[in-house]
């Protein structure tokens, strides 16, 4: 009964959802395509034959979704992939990741408008990649017999908690998932106890994430200005951690001749309230976009730029995780496996709780509370050679075993 009246519900909120997204459109969190696609109208045709729909939300689940789908080629390579996500960001990479994928936003999840999309693409499966629960769309495919498996599945404390709350609701939705693969032992507790049938525990696919991209001509043009320093890249940070961490600048800089910091906000559109933040503190930086990119007296470099983390990995010396000094449970560490910049995070780690465990059982990086931590592990890796060179051997060494692991793991679960 519950699941009915959100179907309704969903139909009556088109509106108001409507104008929100024009006002997302007009603060450059959509353009018009994610808008017309989200709302399922396409200008895309759909190929012949067998569908794989693949649905990855932001930038992180859509690295993953690319390894399923070629593991998926390489097994039915007569089937065409459709592949969704919600992000600008993430819609970007996948449409720059050079794959014979057709490429487009994910639905709303209103009732009329996840039949409009199915009707188009009608696809033969459907895997979500980590944590994506939709009430409508679940509902819709089960009663057109189409598969839904949600690989590499994780629910954190915050989300299973409000599905607990409306117990009344969920499990009409929960029981719908055909297939679901945790990624870890939390979550394969969480989505049982929430009502999915059939449950199973894998490794992380986190591991098999593809080498990231590196330009060789914009790479010589960086190294030629930092090559005499030493550099420390915050990646993927959110608000409240670019203060923090230009902050310790000051005091390190007493300590480390020509340090320099890299800062990769997760969502490039904050840059303007960060440069703005570090005028009023009268910090010294250049902005990756400037035209006369040229380092003279600055400390810190601000990437306003897109899908260059693997030229500021190879740059750098040591690497923090940004998000989990914050509430936002961290980024992806295993992005950094084929660099050799030590590894740091914060104590908010919970989006990646089984690989932060490795990291530490295997001695592959290094978790710190606060800022003085901070401090103290940045000194310790560039006053020591031998400690930064050992941890990233066994970090490497991790991510090489894991992925062995996960790999052989995956193409089982697709078989």
Not at 225 to 245: A, D, I, N, Q, Y
Request: aromatic letters at 14%; one cysteine or more; glycine letters at 4%.
């Amino acid at each position: 009964m519950w699941l009915l009246i959100y179907r309704y519900l969903s139909n009556i909120f088109f509106i108001p959802i409507l104008f929100f997204f024009l006002l997302r459109f007009l603060v450059s969190k959509e353009n018009i395509s994610s808008i017309l696609q989200k709302f399922s109208i396409f200008n895309k045709t759909r190929p012949e034959g067998d569908l794989i729909w693949i649905n990855g939300v932001s930038v992180g689940e859509a690295k993953t979704g690319i390894t399923v789908a070629k593991e998926i080629k390489k097994i039915k390579p007569k089937s065409s992939i459709l592949f969704s996500t919600s992000t600008l960001s993430a819609y970007n990479l996948l449409s720059k990741s050079k794959n014979d994928f057709v490429v487009i936003f994910f639905p709303l999840d209103i009732n009329f408008i996840v039949n409009r999309f199915l009707k188009y693409w009608s696809p033969s499966s459907v895997i979500f990649i980590e944590s994506e629960i939709w009430p409508n769309i679940f509902y819709i495919l089960k009663k057109k017999f189409i598969k839904i498996s949600i690989l590499n599945a994780r629910i954190s404390k915050k989300s299973f908690v409000t599905w607990k709350r409306i117990n009344f609701f969920s499990k009409s939705v929960f029981p719908l998932i055909d297939q679901c693969f945790t990624q870890n032992n939390d979550s394969f507790k969480r989505f049982k106890e929430l009502g999915t049938k059939n449950v199973k525990r894998i490794q992380n696919l986190k591991y098999i994430s593809q080498t990231l991209d590196v330009d060789d001509i914009a790479y010589n043009k960086i190294f030629k200005e930092l090559k005499s320093k030493r550099v420390v890249t915050l990646f993927s940070s959110h608000e409240g951690e670019e203060k923090m961490f230009a902050d310790i600048h000051g005091f390190l800089s007493k300590r480390i001749r020509n340090l320099f910091f890299v800062i990769i906000p997760r969502h490039t559109n904050r840059i303007k309230k960060i440069t703005e933040l570090f005028k009023k503190n009268k910090f010294k930086f250049l902005l990756r976009n400037e035209d006369n990119f040229k380092i003279t007296n600055e400390n810190f470099l601000l990437v306003d730029s897109f899908g260059e983390l693997g030229i500021f990995f190879k740059l750098s010396e040591i690497a923090i995780v940004g998000g989990s000094f914050s509430s936002n449970g961290g980024h992806n560490p295993i992005e950094t496996k084929d660099f050799n910049c030590s590894l740091i995070f914060g104590p908010h780690m919970e989006n990646f709780i089984d690989i932060k465990d490795d990291i530490i059982k295997f001695e592959a990086g290094f978790e710190v509370k606060n800022s003085d931590q901070l401090i103290e592990m940045i000194l310790k890796l560039l006053q020591n050679k031998k400690l930064k060179k050992e941890t990233n051997l066994k970090f490497k060494a991790l991510c090489k075993n894991q992925f062995f692991k996960s790999k052989s793991m995956l193409k089982s679960v697709i078989k």
